[in-house]
């Protein structure tokens, strides 16, 4: 059993590749762990399901392994799995060379915005010198062009051992090099199993993608907004306080039953968040792929999570999106999905059920009524916005300012760090009595209204010593809001 410290760097590897080019047998020979878990899978040979392995690549790098599984049939499993991954391990058996799903896999990959990896030309042994330069050259053009252009790439074998020392050497480089998850953010948990266990209750299993989980924790699993309460933590097999992101982490459950939990749920703060079922996203259209249509049927896949959709596009209708294309489009969900923006994820066509594009999530609650020309005006400044430029941009377009609660749950921040830059968004922090955020300039406008408002009054009634306050037809915290700030904005 590894003993798991605060002090290490944890980083998920996931292996990508055809099916039977060694991918699991790789695990196995790198951690001695044993990757496929279903007793099928043993009889086989071949994957079905994820597997789980991990290993100290040394350098205070500790590796979680996601083991997916290569044939075309299993492609669902494998998104549950490739969504979670810092860096991926390409694995290319060397007497084949790139093969269809090896191409699928690594475009899985290069829309999920996977941005380091390492090539492994597994079955060295089984291969002479000209065999593996042409395998060489073939993963070398595929990579060619992407983020993961110029990759490190090791011949090895699991049968002998030649090569895994390099490979580990080169996996610990890349993984220095993987961008590192916000630790401090909002904590999501995608659920990839739930079981339950004798004597403990209900797990369930996944990669803590961001922020930190805690023993007596309260939580919920989305959607539903279930709530539960977190019993206990493991990591990588070793009882744990605290659990970080970037780890494969198991949560002992209580509240709720492994049957009440499914594959793409997700563990995440009570009461903060809410799934959605629309989206508005960047998108693109892979070359490979058939031109996509308005009102398209398809799949769509993010974290663990799989669900029917349809594609509306936000450009011009009547004109399809051409393969190779990026545009901006409409997703609406047949079930709700606990989202974020920035979410990357894949979409697959209906029929036949193949992979044609992916992209990232530019809002999780988008303008119904609005116009598609203002719609898609407004999506560039959404996709890439820092928290700050988005909490401004969701506060001018609700006036009179929106409530820090409802910017979290729509930004995928705590409270406290939505209030934290109000200021940087170029907002004025009010509180009603709860925290609410509005535009600098709409709090000036409303201020200036209100001494509109009190002059046409005196000019009226000039006998009067005052205006009511329930003459005034204004919200009462917000009121008190602007007579407090009076002052010192008009003693200038």
């Known amino acids: 059993m590894m003993r798991v410290t605060n002090r290490m760097t944890n980083i998920i590897v996931g292996t990508a590749g055809h099916i039977d080019h060694g991918k699991s047998a790789l695990v196995r020979a790198l951690t ?29 790098i500790l590796a979680g392994f996601v083991d997916v599984p290569g044939h075309e049939r299993f492609v669902r499993n494998m998104l549950a799995g490739a969504g979670g991954i810092d860096l991926v391990l390409l694995v290319v058996a060397a007497d084949e060379g790139v093969k269809p799903q090896t191409r699928e896999h690594f475009e899985i990959c290069r829309l999920l915005g996977i941005g380091q990896g390492v090539v492994a030309l597994t079955k060295s042994d089984l291969s002479d010198e000209a065999m593996l330069e042409v395998a060489q050259l073939e993963a070398a053009e595929l990579l060619e062009g992407s983020a993961l252009a110029g990759a490190p790439v090791v011949a090895v074998s699991s049968v002998t051992g030649a090569g895994l020392d390099e490979l580990k050497a080169r996996l610990r480089e890349a993984a220095a090099r993987a961008r590192p998850r916000d630790a401090e953010g909002v904590f999501r948990l995608p659920v990839d199993r739930s079981f339950s266990i004798r004597g403990f209750g209900t797990v369930v299993t996944g990669t803590l ?133 920035g979410d990357r994820f894949i979409v697959r066509s209906f029929s036949p059920v193949v992979t ?21 005006e407004r999506l560039p400044k959404l996709v890439n916005a820092s928290l700050a430029e988005r909490i401004r941009l969701h506060a001018m377009e609700t006036g009179d300012g929106a409530r820090a609660a409802a910017l979290a749950a729509r930004c995928g921040a705590t409270v406290e760090r939505v209030t934290a830059v109000a200021e940087e968004a170029g907002c004025r922090l009010l509180r009603d009595p709860e925290p609410r955020l509005v535009p600098e300039d709409s709090f000036k406008a409303l201020v200036s209204k209100l001494e509109e408002t009190l002059r046409a009054w005196h000019k009226e009634k000039p006998l009067e010593a005052g205006m009511p306050r329930r003459a005034i037809a204004m919200e009462a915290w917000l009121l008190e809001a602007l007579l407090a700030a009076r002052a010192d904005l008009f003693a200038a």
């Open 356 to 376: 044609i594009g992916g992209g990232v999530v530019a809002d999780i609650a988008p303008p119904a009524k609005w116009k598609r020309a203002a719609i898609v």
């Open 32 to 60: 001695g762990i044993e990757p496929d878990r279903l007793a099928e899978e043993r009889q086989r040979g071949i994957s079905i399901d994820l597997g789980f392995a991990h290993l100290d690549l040394g350098g205070g």
């Open 209 to 341: 993608w961001s922020g930190r989980l805690c023993v007596g924790g309260d939580a919920a699993l989305y959607p539903g907004n279930r709530m539960v309460r977190v019993r206990g933590l493991q990591v990588h097999g070793s009882a744990v306080e605290e659990a970080r992101a970037g780890q494969r982490t198991a949560v002992n459950l209580a509240g709720i039953e492994a049957r009440e939990i499914a594959r793409g749920m997700t563990l995440a703060p009570a009461g903060l968040l809410e799934a959605t079922a629309v989206i508005d996203a960047q998108f693109e259209l892979l070359k490979t792929a058939k031109p996509l249509k308005h009102r398209a049927p398809a799949h769509f896949h993010s974290g663990t999570a799989a669900v029917e959709a349809e594609v509306r596009l936000l450009g011009e209708v009547s004109k399809p999106v051409a393969p190779g294309e990026t545009a901006w489009i409409r997703l609406v969900l047949k079930e709700p999905v606990l989202l974020l923006p």
